[in-house]
């Protein structure tokens, strides 16, 4: 492939690893920028189109191929600062996600902790529901939700009865967190927290153990996505510099 040279849709669809079809849709969808059309019609690329296609393809690997569409398609009308801060952005979003499953951990070695020596283990102070929300990235309605599912039990105080979340409830919502991030859905989650507050469960290590494994499982994939989005960068990086300069 020698740049400066048109590419045919099956030499983008070669080099890329796509499919002819896949690259048109690609297209279509705004993933690259639409090809020149020649005189008879044919579409003509350019190396930049093959970059852009291995790109979203490690974008894909990294947050999931709806988001890096959208994404893709939301770079190409961006400058070259924007568009950067948009990628800086998806690698905070996975480190993000690795801190809250460690702090997930954390608060399982607590309710461990808590169970074996029968007292509190809390490190966290409390915390408002806006405030444990912005923590986890959820919306305040998430915690409302997981409240009237069991999942998580906040304190209540004062006369308009504002909920206000001790330890005990943060390490929970943290679990849950992770959980759901993980897929599991309500019902699973639920049988799973609960585990974690029963004492036989807790002397037979099923609970924990369960809850273990499973934050394990998650940040391998979590690691197994930031080497996804690791792998797009060089391709990243030519999508950029084909981007109009930050605005003087």
């Known amino acids: 492939m020698a740049d400066g040279n048109a590419l045919r849709t099956v030499d983008v669809a070669r080099e890329s690893g796509y499919s002819v079809q896949q690259v048109r849709d690609l297209e ?39 988001a890096a569409r959208q994404l893709m398609a939301d770079l190409w009308t961006r400058t070259v600062t924007e568009a950067a801060a948009t990628i800086n952005d998806v690698h905070i979003g996975l480190a993000r996600e690795r801190d809250e499953v460690l702090r997930a951990q954390q608060a399982l070695w607590a309710i461990e902790s808590e ?8 490190v966290d102070d409390t915390m408002t529901i806006t405030e444990l929300a912005a923590a986890l990235g959820v919306r305040t309605s998430t915690l409302r939700f997981w409240e009237r599912e069991g999942l998580v039990i906040p304190e209540r105080v004062t006369s308009l009865r504002a909920r206000r979340y001790d330890a005990s409830a943060i390490g929970a919502a943290r679990i849950v967190a992770a959980l759901r991030g993980s897929g599991y859905g309500i019902p699973a989650v639920r ?32 690691g197994a996505r930031s080497v996804e989005l690791l792998r797009a960068g060089a391709d990243l990086a030519a999508v950029l510099d084909s981007l109009t300069p930050a605005r003087a």
């Open 28 to 66: 279509r969808l705004g993933v690259v920028p639409p090809a020149v059309r020649s005189s008879n019609g044919y579409r003509a690329y350019t190396p930049v189109h093959v970059r852009a296609l291995r790109a979203y393809r490690g974008l894909a690997g990294a947050i999931g191929p709806v």
């Open 191 to 222: 049988d799973i927290v609960g585990s974690l507050h029963s004492l036989h469960s807790l002397e037979e290590g099923d609970g924990p153990e369960r809850v273990r494994r499973i934050l394990v499982e998650r940040l391998d994939r979590i």
């Open 115 to 122: 169970a074996a020596h029968h007292g509190a283990a809390g």
